[in-house]
């Protein structure tokens, strides 16, 4: 799917602006009226990021941000307002917020920051597919070869593998070669790395 902006915000007038701006460089740029109708819209494959407003009649910005966070959506959030304080922008920061942006703001700043989001986007999508690339191998491991895997992964000799599942040394070094096949790693340093980019001890 390609990268676009989501705005939403109640003020009809400040939308059209955000979408002329947005537009003017190229961008996509999808307009909402109210966080109702971005949720009756969102799904998890969208991808870009999100503008919001702060304060808006069904349903503020900042709670639909707690919202989507809820549905473990990934979309970089860009929250603004005309009613800035420096306790919100902590808040928001804290709640995970991509970042936080006063009106009226600048439009060279605005832009940056939106350009900024997508790319943060991209870069986050491509390491989980990374991830789910190595969990997608990890999974084709047979409960033996999951075993040797976590002794690989101390560094444990075959020798001592092989007497501690019972096994020979032979059978032991068959499930690594196995292993080291199906992950698509050349070497016990490049095993590791997977491992730790999945999160396996």
């Not at 959030?77 to 922008?89: L, N, P």
């Not at 895997?149 to 599942?165: D, G, P, Q």
């Amino acid at each position: 799917m390609q990268p676009t902006v989501y705005v939403v915000d109640d003020d009809k007038l400040a939308r059209e602006s955000l979408e002329w701006l947005i537009d003017s460089v190229g961008l996509p740029v999808i307009t909402f009226e109210s966080c109702q109708a971005f949720l009756g819209y969102y799904n998890r494959n969208l991808t870009g990021c999100l503008v919001l407003d702060v304060r808006m009649p069904d349903i503020s910005g900042m709670d639909l941000h707690a919202k989507l966070k809820q549905q473990n959506c990934t979309l970089p959030v860009i929250i603004m307002t005309g009613h800035a304080d420096v306790d919100m922008a902590v808040r928001a920061m804290k709640a995970g917020v991509y970042d936080f942006i006063e009106k009226p703001y600048n439009d060279s700043l605005m832009l940056e920051r939106i350009q900024s989001a997508i790319a943060f986007d991209l870069d986050n999508r491509k390491a989980q597919e990374r991830i789910n690339s190595v969990k997608e191998r990890l999974s084709t491991l047979t409960p033996r070869e999951q075993e040797v895997l976590h002794y690989v992964l101390k560094s444990t000799a075959n020798k001592v593998i092989a007497a501690e599942l019972g096994i020979s040394i032979k059978t032991v070094e068959l499930h690594r070669s196995n292993l080291m096949s199906k992950m698509k790693a050349s070497s016990v340093t490049e095993l590791v790395r997977l491992a730790l980019i999945t999160g396996l001890d």
